[in-house]
């Protein structure tokens, strides 16, 4: 079975401060990851993906994430957050062999003026 | 089309009542995927097709749930005698599979059919 942690419900951060969404996973095989954004009153939209290749990969709006395969990790982050960032924001897993894709329950970014 | 298509994007009904929920997927996009957002809750997981094909059904609650893809395109998402704990967000994603690109792998979602169930 596949799945995926993100363990903080909410992430508040100031405007102009690095921000972090922390997500680890769980496949039995090679995994595929995404980053999702849901923005208010507004579909999921792709950020990022990883699939094989640089474990840093860059994505859409400045956002970038980091796979770390002894940790089991790929957390999102950005150097400088916006306001215009906050969102609902939802890590994907899905095994290589496997076409089902499985969501986290989603982190809350705020980005505080 | 451009993009993924749902409809209704809002449907309320009674409980006890049927409800067909419909997908028409970004063409060429030979896998489907159904998910169910409630208030405040993650991307719970149906279905998804292969073509006309669901190898994972795992996802779907009861059997009053059923999903059926035709012609390798149109996805209905059933429910029957609904209930009140039914009420969310039906979102849909289709992808392209075993491609290579920017676009493979990656989930191009609708935007949703909300259900609400008196």
């Known amino acids: 079975a596949q799945s995926v942690a993100q363990p903080e419900d909410q992430v508040n951060v100031a405007e102009g401060n690095p921000l972090t969404v922390k997500c680890t996973y769980s496949?039995?095989?090679?995994?595929?990851l995404f980053w999702y954004v849901q923005y208010p009153n507004r579909g999921l939209q792709f950020l990022l993906k990883y699939i094989t290749g640089d474990n840093l990969v860059k994505g859409s709006y400045g956002f970038e994430a980091e796979f770390n395969k002894s940790q089991t990790s790929f957390h999102l982050k950005k150097p400088s957050a916006l306001v215009s960032d906050s969102a609902l924001y939802f890590c994907?897993?899905?095994?290589?062999?496997?076409?089902?894709?499985?969501f986290g329950t989603g982190t809350k970014l705020q980005v505080i003026p | 089309g451009a993009g993924v298509s749902q409809s209704p994007s809002n449907k309320v009904t009674e409980k006890g009542k049927d409800v067909e929920l419909r997908c028409d997927p970004i063409?060429?996009?030979?896998?489907l995927y159904w998910y169910r957002q409630s208030l405040g809750q993650g991307l719970e997981f149906l279905i998804y097709?292969?073509?006309?094909?669901?190898?994972?059904k795992s996802g779907l609650p009861s059997d009053r749930f059923s999903a059926e893809r035709t012609g390798g395109s149109v996805s209905t998402l059933t429910i029957q005698r609904t209930q009140q704990e039914d009420s969310a967000v039906y979102l849909c994603?289709?992808?392209?599979?075993?491609?290579?690109?920017?676009?493979?792998?990656?989930?191009?979602f609708g935007a949703g059919s909300r259900l609400t169930v008196l």
């Open positions: 063409s060429g996009h030979t896998a």
């Open positions: 994603a289709s992808s392209l599979v075993g491609a290579s690109g920017s676009g493979a792998n990656v989930l191009t």
């Open positions: 994907a897993v899905r095994d290589k062999g496997y076409q089902k894709v499985t």
């Open positions: 496949v039995s095989g090679n995994p595929y």
């Open positions: 097709f292969q073509g006309n094909s669901a190898p994972d």
